[in-house]
């Protein structure tokens, strides 16, 4: 199970960092991702990390600005956000895979959590 948190309203050029916490006693085991859903529009990566943190990928729109991190020792994976714009606005997932290795596609993830809305005001 996944729980994300830490959405809110934000004014352009702010930061938030996302957090998701997941249950289970394997969490290194599984690569982690945030994708996000803006209205209107489909489900799209954000960013990926391996299960042991030591490889990551970033979408092209949020490379330089986002970073994703995991704590293997609380079942926590993070998505720090800054410089946001408001083309950032939507509701953001994070997911998990049973393998090693990151995944960019969303059609390659298990597992999937509620989503936690971010909104960024110009």
């Known amino acids: 199970q996944l729980q994300a948190s830490g959405g809110g309203l934000v004014q352009a050029g702010g930061s938030l960092r996302l957090s998701c916490a997941a249950s289970g006693r394997t969490f290194s085991t599984y690569a982690m991702g945030w994708f996000r859903q803006a209205p209107g529009k489909e489900r799209e990566f954000a960013a990926a990390i391996s299960g042991s943190g030591g490889t990551r990928s970033y979408a092209d729109s949020v490379m330089g600005r986002f970073t994703i991190s995991r704590d293997n020792a609380k079942n926590t994976v993070y998505l720090q956000m800054n410089s946001l714009k408001p083309e950032d606005t939507a509701v953001y997932y994070c997911?998990?895979?049973?393998?090693?290795?990151?995944?960019?596609?969303?059609?390659?993830?298990?597992?999937w959590g509620q989503g936690t809305l971010v909104t960024v005001s110009s």
């Open positions: 997911a998990a895979v049973s393998k090693s290795e990151y995944y960019t596609s969303k059609g390659d993830y298990d597992y």
